[in-house]
């Protein structure tokens, strides 16, 4: 069984980045694909990347290709999501998820273990 937390959000004017990172720790990290999902205010949890055990294989949403970048690192059981080009509707509530699947998946129901989050605001 896997725990993750979240850290590295924040406050950023629009155009500015921000490095997210979703530490876990329990279970085997390797044998885990990770997401990245967001939930702004009033809506709901939204798919924003995701990345296969061994990063070599990733998917994004329409809405931060080229913008955001997934990674991880297996020896520090750690998952990152590089942030630039920000704009005001990337605000959100970002969680790191994490299921033990082959597949690159955007539906959040398949992810099992999910981090408590981190706020990340971009003024205008």
């Known amino acids: 069984q896997v725990q993750l937390v979240e850290s590295g959000g924040g406050l950023v004017q629009a155009g500015g980045s921000l490095r997210l990172s979703c530490a876990a720790s329990?279970?085997?990290?390797?044998?885990?694909?990770m997401g990245w999902f967001r939930q702004a205010p009033g809506r709901g949890r939204e798919f924003v990347a995701a990345?296969?055990?061994?990063?070599?294989?990733?998917k994004y949403a329409d809405s931060v290709k080229g913008r955001f970048t997934i990674s991880r690192d297996n020896a520090k059981k750690t998952s990152y999501l590089q942030m630039i080009s920000l704009k005001p509707e990337d605000t959100a509530v970002y969680y790191c998820?994490?299921?033990?699947?082959?597949?690159?998946?955007?539906?959040?129901?398949?992810?099992?273990?999910w981090g408590q989050g981190t706020q990340v605001t971009v003024s205008a």
């Open positions: 990345i296969n055990w061994s990063g070599g294989s990733t």
């Open positions: 998820a994490a299921d033990r699947t082959p597949l690159l998946v955007a539906a959040s129901t398949t992810y099992g273990y």
């Open positions: 329990g279970g085997t990290f390797s044998n885990y694909a």
